[in-house]
C-alpha cells in the first residue's frame, strides 16, 4: 500500500470542500426546477380555465348561442314550431332486502303528501302552526284537496262569496 502524503491530504480536504460547498446550492436548485414544473402545470389547468370563462362570455354575447339555449333549456319555442313531448320511461323501483323479503323503496304517496311532509321535516309552519295534508278522498281522482283558508279573508279574493 501507498503512504498517504500531505500533498494527497491536502487535495482530499480541498475535494471535500468543494463538494460541500456545492452539495446546498445544487439541492435548492433541484427544489426550485420541481417548484417551477408545479407551478407550470397549476399555470396551464389556469389557462384552460381562463380559456373556457372567455369562451362563455363570447357565447353569453353571441345572441345565436342565448336562443340555443332558451330552446334547450327553458324549452322555448317560437309560435307556430311543433313541439313533440314523449313522456319519460316509468321509474323502476328501487328495492332493498330486509330478511329475506325485498322490500320497496319508491315513496308512492302524492306529490303534495311528500311536499307537506318535507315542510314539516323542514320545520316550516304556516298561518296556524303546522299544516298536516289531508289524504285524497275515494272516488275524487287523486287530486289535491282545497288549501287552508284563513276565516274573514274569503270575502276579499276576487270572486269571493262576499
Not at 51 to 65: K, S
Not at 97 to 120: C, K, P, Q
Request: with cysteine; aromatic share 6%.
Amino acid at each position: 500500500m501507498v503512504p498517504l502524503t500531505g500533498r494527497a491530504a491536502i487535495l482530499g480536504l480541498v475535494v471535500c470542500a468543494l463538494a460541500l460547498t456545492f452539495a446546498y446550492p445544487l439541492r435548492s436548485n433541484l427544489a426550485q426546477r420541481g417548484e417551477i414544473a408545479t407551478l407550470r402545470t397549476a399555470l396551464g389547468t389556469q389557462q384552460d380555465r381562463m380559456d373556457g370563462l372567455q369562451r362563455t362570455i363570447r357565447n353569453n354575447a353571441d345572441p345565436a348561442y342565448i336562443e340555443s339555449e332558451a330552446r334547450r333549456r327553458l324549452q322555448y319555442q317560437y309560435p307556430g314550431d311543433v313541439v313533440y313531448r314523449f313522456p319519460a320511461p316509468p321509474e323502476q323501483p328501487a328495492q332493498r332486502r330486509e330478511g329475506r323479503a325485498l322490500v320497496s323503496t319508491v315513496d308512492n304517496s302524492s306529490w303534495y303528501v311528500r311536499f307537506w311532509d318535507s315542510n314539516i321535516r323542514a320545520g316550516h309552519k304556516g298561518a296556524g302552526g303546522v299544516l298536516q295534508p289531508q289524504p285524497p278522498q275515494p272516488g275524487t281522482g287523486g287530486t289535491a284537496p282545497d288549501g287552508p283558508t284563513q276565516p274573514g279573508r274569503d270575502s276579499e279574493l276576487p270572486g269571493g262569496t262576499g
